[in-house]
């Protein structure tokens, strides 16, 4: 049973950080694509970010400079570092991994929310 579990969330300033994580078990994350989307109250789900099995990244315009994504393939866990957070990145954020198209996988989500 594939899980993805996030977490890292919460409450910052503008201009600050952090980094959310995606637990998951089930699936070997080292060969799948894994991503990062996020959804502000109102909005569609948009993706944030991706990863490939080879480590290749690819990023929304809106967070180019200011968003990693990251694998740690030993914990089946990746990672977004978000730094100089903006009011708009305030979101629900979801993991996501597609295995096959009938099996898309997504978590829970996270809850950034970024005000002064």
């Known amino acids: 049973q594939v899980q993805l579990v996030e977490s890292g969330g919460g409450l910052v300033q503008p201009g600050g950080s952090l980094r959310l994580s995606c637990a998951t078990s089930?699936?070997?994350?080292?060969?799948?694509?894994m991503a990062w989307y996020r959804q502000a109250p109102g909005k569609e789900r948009d993706m944030v970010a991706t990863?490939?099995?080879?480590?290749?990244?690819d990023y929304v315009d809106s967070v180019k400079g200011r968003f990693t994504i990251s694998r740690d393939n030993a914990k089946n866990t990746i990672y977004l570092q978000m730094n100089s957070l903006k009011p708009e990145d305030t979101a629900v954020y979801y993991c996501?991994?597609?295995?096959?198209?009938?099996?898309?996988?997504w978590g829970k989500g996270t809850l950034v929310t970024v005000s002064s």
């Open positions: 996501n991994t597609q295995i096959t198209v009938a099996e898309n996988y």
């Open positions: 990863i490939t099995s080879s480590g290749i990244t």
């Open positions: 089930g699936i070997m994350i080292r060969i799948y694509t």
